[in-house]
Every structure is written in C-alpha cells, then in structure tokens.
C-alpha cells in the first residue's frame, strides 16, 4: 500500500493553467505506475493519465490529450499533473492512484488513492 497526499487545486478561469502534484510513501516509489482520474458531479470517475514508473512512457484520456501533462519525479516521491487551456468540462474532483501490480504497465488496478483535489474552472 501506498499513502497518497495531492494539492494544487483551486479555481481558474478558462484557458488557465493549473499543476496538481502528489506526493506519495509508503513502498518504492519508481517502481509504481501511477494515474490520474477525475469525478464530477453526478458522473463516474473518469480516467485522465497514466504515468510508467520512471516517466518514460504515458497514457492519457482523448479528452484532455495536448493539454494535459503527467510527470514525476522519484527523488521527491512526487508525480504531476500539468493542466494547461483548461475548459469549464474539466471541473472535477481529481485523484491520484498507485498501481497495486506495481511497475507492470499491462496489469493495472489502481488500489491506493489520494484524498482528491477540487478543480473548478469558471467560463
């Protein structure tokens, strides 16, 4: 298991840029596949990025692919969200999460969640 801790939400105004990171402990961090999903109101959550264990390969949702960033850096056991020409759409609660099969891109459940963030961009 890992222990999640995110920050960086708040409220934007469309077009604006946010970096949500998350810091995590608890096992090795560069050995674990880590993703970032989104929920808003209503809606089920939703899954946005997908980052390898040493940053070299990531996965994102069609939807905020070319405008959103995922990146980490193991010596601060902290992965990253970069939110750039952000749209009123992408209001959510964001999570991070860690991969329980650990550095295997191709089995992935996501069992340790952060505490979620709020992400509020205003037309």
């Known amino acids: 298991q890992v222990q999640l801790v995110e920050s960086g939400g708040g409220l934007v105004q469309a077009g604006g840029s946010l970096r949500l990171s998350c810091a995590a402990s608890?096992?090795?961090?560069?050995?674990?596949?880590m993703g970032w999903f989104r929920q808003a109101p209503g809606k089920e959550r939703e899954f946005v990025a997908r980052i390898s264990g040493n940053g070299d390969i990531t996965y994102y949702a069609d939807s905020v692919k070319g405008r959103f960033t995922t990146s980490r850096d193991n010596d601060k056991n902290t992965v990253y969200l970069q939110m750039n020409s952000l749209k009123p759409e992408d209001t959510a609660v964001y999570h991070c999460a860690a991969n329980r099969y650990g550095s295997n891109w191709f089995q992935v459940d996501f069992d340790s969640w952060g505490q979620g963030t709020q992400v509020t961009v205003s037309s």
């Open positions: 608890g096992r090795t961090f560069s050995n674990l596949v």
